[in-house]
């Protein structure tokens, strides 16, 4: 596949410059090297044109696959259209260790895990098993290619940009159209350059660009944009490093990030057991990055221009509850006095998708050395959760694991764990606000430990593992000293290590199981009465009138990510049964009315009561609802769960002041109306008791806003326009009721 990749590769690139009459920036040429027409025939207008592509693989998690794959197996095809893998790590909860917490796992998620299996074997998708790490991880070590394009069912998909792809978080119906042999499409991207000069010293490390750039852009600055690093900084950087970069991308909402081919992605190539596909991408070399000229006069060719020097950055702490406030480690003091923020470090978590390199362990390994040389206590618990077997075997042959152990760690399965909720935090129950900080890349509220009194900061792991030793979170490892149990003032070197190991990866079983040649007679079973698994029912179609005489469900204020929507941590266990996993919609958002989670107005009773049982009822009494939400609607996750459940309840639209990506278009693939304020102050229009009626539904059109009526309680109306973002096509799903509905008619493409 890479080979026929990249013999295409050097025409497409001159087919799309040709159309623009321009040099090309890296993002342009994998863009347009893989457009589903084959040659570039127009240029596209970056924002606005809707493109389809025909990306190389697809990647799904055990989370996200199991609804993906539901879909898949009603589209009738055989096997899957692309290469594409299955991995089990987000249903292992870390509790005591890696063995015991594996082997829990495995017998409480065997459904799962088995349908998971014998789905991937019938379709021909392959299969890596609980234990054998995290997707994002497993892909950059297996899968990734330059100048590649693929989608997961995962929003960190984007981490394969460390590889120099263009990956891409999507939800599951959008993998299953890819799965199925179809087009895939997206908005043309804006693109933002990042030019890095200087290098990395010190304290520094590859997550401190990527949590400069958070605090330089929000959460929402990088939306409908891929970013493109270049500059002698970026060649400087790590493969693994990069990847870093480009994961925690998905925090500032970008589409994807990516760095164009340089030596260190051959060496993780060669390292990681490819040194074919180091080979095919030397020969091609010049088209895997993006054009001298573009690099040189990057003002003229990106969208927006950022410029980072690594030789000034400091290590930073984003957080708490966003990603993208950033406090620069020297100015924690002032910062956590400022804010009450608790200073004692409770614990220090290491590892993710985001962070659990060879060099990331390697550095902060070598500050779990200093703790025995200088003879310090470590204050904080500490834990390690390894990105993939590979890299757990690795840093045990190197001895890594028995230095963290000497420092009283826990290693956790090579999992998600803690970053997922999956973490049976003791004493999280009694909801005390602490402190704790981890290398992880999200730290909403809620997400790790189930505690919405937790503030989890995210740093880089030596940061956090100095933390962790330190025990407090002002603690500055470049000026401060620690005091040892002799009472001796001592400073901890700079971390250290190795970008990749001198003895090579290894491992004696990476987890991988390859699907049948032919899967015709494999058979995938669903329980009817599983709790954990159920097949999917379509959803109706519209009835071609105005939705008239809805009813506000919730309009939540401030943040409502995706897991305000549909929270993971125990509600995982329901991400392939759409009607047990409804009970959580909506329970994490803040109701604006009465400042309260999980607690809205049922207009048939007058009474309060929980979201879901209030929009069941409305269901039952045939009333249409929508969901009224504020900026970035639905940021973080790509689980298309947050825009099923509401859909499966009966909800009609969601109305916000403005979308995250891929929940936005996992709404328009299900069927719901997704809508924006024309003026966002209309968000202050709506009222609790409003009866909300469309008045031009019936000519739904692109580029063209809708019109609601509101009437107020007191009897008075007002007519508000609301904007959308369909395109002919989309407007199709909507009035088939969902994407899939014309899949199962044979109506598409
Ligand atoms: C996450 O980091 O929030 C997750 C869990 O990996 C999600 C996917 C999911 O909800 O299953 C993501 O980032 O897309
Ligand atoms: Fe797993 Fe966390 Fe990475 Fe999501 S961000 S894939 S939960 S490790």
């Not at 825009?643 to 328009?668: D, Y």
Request: hydrophobic share 40%; aromatic share 8%.
């Amino acid at each position: 596949m890479i080979k026929a990749v990249y013999s295409r590769f050097p025409q497409r690139v001159e087919a799309a410059r040709k159309v623009t009459g321009k040099p090309l920036t890296l993002t342009e040429k994998i863009l347009y090297t893989h457009l589903w027409m084959g040659n570039a025939e127009t240029a596209f207008e970056r924002g606005k044109s809707y493109v389809d592509f025909a990306p190389d693989r697809v990647a799904m998690q055990d989370a996200t696959a199991q609804m993906a794959l539901l879909q898949f197996m009603q589209a009738g095809r055989k096997k899957v259209a692309v290469p594409s893998t299955v991995h089990c790590d987000h249903l292992i909860q870390a509790r005591v260790g890696s063995t015991q917490d594996l082997s829990d796992a495995l017998s409480k998620n065997n459904e799962v895990f088995n349908f998971l299996s014998s789905i991937s074997n019938k379709y021909g998708i392959g299969f890596w098993k609980p234990g054998a790490g995290i997707i994002h991880q497993v892909v950059l070590e297996n899968y990734a290619f330059p100048g590649g394009m693929m989608i997961g069912t995962d929003s960190h998909t984007v981490n394969a940009g460390g590889l120099g792809m263009v990956a891409i978080g999507v939800g599951g119906a959008d993998a299953m159209d890819v799965m199925a042999g179809m087009a895939w499409e997206l908005k043309f991207p804006k693109l933002i350059g990042i030019k890095l000069t200087g290098k990395l010293n010190g304290w520094c490390s590859a997550k401190d660009v990527i949590l400069k750039v958070a605090g330089i852009l929000t959460v929402k600055g990088g939306t409908g944009c891929i970013v493109e690093y270049f500059g002698e900084g970026a060649q400087s950087l790590s493969c693994t490093g990069k990847g870093t970069i480009c994961n925690m991308g998905a925090e500032i909402g970008a589409t994807t990030s990516t760095f164009g081919y340089d030596d260190s992605m051959e060496r993780y190539l060669r390292s990681t057991g490819r040194p074919e596909v180091a080979d095919l991408a030397n020969a091609i070399r010049e088209h895997l990055t993006g054009d001298a000229e573009v690099y040189a006069n990057p003002e003229q060719y990106f969208d927006q221009v950022i410029e980072i020097n690594l030789n000034e950055l400091e290590p930073h702490l984003n957080g708490p509850f966003t990603p993208d406030l950033a406090t620069p480690i020297s100015k924690m003091k002032e910062e956590a006095a400022k804010n009450n923020w608790p200073t004692k470090v409770e614990v220090g978590l290491i590892g993710s998708c985001t962070n659990s390199s060879y060099e990331d362990i390697a550095r902060s390994a070598s500050l779990a050395k200093q703790v025995i040389a200088k003879n310090l206590k470590p204050k904080a618990e500490f834990s390690i959760t390894p990105g993939s077997e590979v890299v757990r075997y690795t840093i045990q042959r190197d001895g890594f694991i028995d230095t963290f152990n000497e420092m009283g760690a826990t290693v956790y399965a090579n999992a998600c764990g803690p970053c997922i909720g999956m973490w049976a935090r003791v004493g999280a129950d009694k909801k005390e606000k602490n402190t704790i900080v981890h290398s992880f890349n999200r730290n909403f509220q809620s997400r790790n430990d189930g505690n919405p009194n937790t503030l989890a900061f995210v740093a880089s792991p030596e940061l956090t593992t100095a933390l962790a030793i330190a025990g407090d979170l002002t603690f500055n490892p470049i000026t401060d000293t620690l005091v040892n149990e002799n009472g001796e003032h001592v400073k901890l070197d700079p971390p250290t290590g190795d970008e990749l190991p001198t003895k090579g990866f290894d491992a004696e079983d990476p987890g991988y199981q390859a699907p049948a040649e032919d899967g015709s007679g494999v058979e995938v079973n669903v329980a009817t009465d599983s709790e954990r698994l159920q097949l999917l029912a379509p959803f109706s179609d519209w009835d071609g009138q105005n939705i008239t005489g809805a009813r506000v469900l919730i309009k939540a204020k401030g943040k409502c990510t995706t897991d305000h929507i549909s929270m993971a941590g125990q509600w995982l266990r329901f991400r392939g049964h759409l009607d047990n996993i409804a009970n959580n919609t909506l329970i994490g958002a803040t109701n604006f009315f009465n400042g309260a989670q999980n607690s809205v107005k049922n207009q048939l009773t007058g009474t309060y009561d929980e979201v879901p049982r209030v929009q069941r009822a409305y269901k039952a009494a045939g009333v249409p609802t929508l969901v009224v939400g504020d900026q970035n609607y639905g940021e973080g996750s790509s689980r298309e769960h947050a825009a099923m459940q509401p859909r499966h309840l009966g909800v009609r639209a969601i109305l916000v002041k403005s979308f995250a990506r891929i929940h936005e278009t996992n709404l328009k693939k299900q069927g719901m109306l997704a809508l924006t304020f024309n003026n966002e102050a209309d968000y202050d229009k709506i009222q609790e008791n409003d009866v909300v009626n469309f008045t031009d539904l019936v000519s739904f059109a692109p580029d063209k806003p809708l019109h609601l009526e509101l009437v107020h309680e007191d009897g008075s109306k007002e007519t508000i326009a609301v904007n959308h973002t369909y395109n002919a096509q989309q407007i199709e799903w909507f009035k088939a009721g969902g994407a899939l509905n014309l899949i199962r008619k044979g109506l598409v493409n």
